[in-house]
T-cell receptor, first 113, second 110 residues
């Protein structure tokens, strides 16, 4: 069981470039989430999904888009990267119940120059 | 709206000292509360959930609904406890969107 896998682990982008971060989970979880982690700001929710084909905005959605075409995958897209999007991005998933908590990926460290 | 407050950005103690990481929450219903730990440059891992009333790695946390708190405690800190700790709240009744606090960095000195 791999749990939650994020790719890539590191990436450097130039301002204006686009990229997609992939999150894959093999636990058959319904709920998936994308967070960004910045010093002193903790974890802030970007977008989330409560099931295949559904997405919703979180706390800081601007500049990001997401898609959940398959239950196991949750993609985070940056159409035109900005330096303010330099951050560590974490994906998480849950089964919708609280007993299991939330399972996190290992993170993607993105730098926009 | 649900909110989680961790008032301390940094907590620095010596090995063997007691540790208390504070977490206060705001939620109108019955909350589900968690503590997550993140060791240096690693993924977040579930440490405790209030519903299980368990003790993990010597840490305990009790939900105090009157004070709306879920403080994390350990009687004797170890150097390997040095990490970032996040308190998280998930609303009950079908809302499984967790809100995280800003985190407390715990440093345990030898």
């Amino acid at each position: 069981n791999a749990g939650v896998t994020q790719t890539p682990k590191f990436r450097v982008l130039k301002t204006g470039q686009s990229m997609t971060l992939l999150c894959a989970q093999d636990m058959n979880h319904e709920y998936m989430y994308w967070y960004r982690q910045d010093p002193g700001m903790g974890l802030r929710l970007i977008h989330y999904s409560v099931g295949e084909g559904t997405t919703a905005k979180g706390e800081v959605p601007d500049g990001y888009n997401v898609s959940r075409l398959k239950k196991q995958n949750f993609l985070l897209g940056l159409e035109s990267a900005a330096p303010s999007q330099t951050s560590v991005y974490f994906c998480a998933s849950s089964n919708g119940g609280t007993l299991g908590g939330y399972t996190f990926g290992s993170g993607t460290r993105l730098t926009v120059v | 709206a649900q909110r989680v407050t961790q008032p301390e950005k940094l907590l620095s103690v010596f090995k063997g000292a007691p540790v208390e990481l504070k977490c206060n929450y705001s939620y109108s219903g019955s909350p589900e509360l968690f503590w997550y730990v993140q060791y240096s440059r690693q993924r977040l891992q579930l440490l405790l959930r209030h519903i299980s009333r368990e003790s993990i790695k010597g840490f305990t946390a009790d939900l105090n609904k009157g004070e709306t708190s879920f403080h994390l405690k350990k009687p004797f800190a170890q150097e390997e406890d040095s990490a970032m700790y996040y308190c998280a709240l998930s609303g009950s009744g079908g809302s499984y969107i967790p809100t995280f606090g800003r985190g407390t960095s715990l440093i345990v000195h030898p």
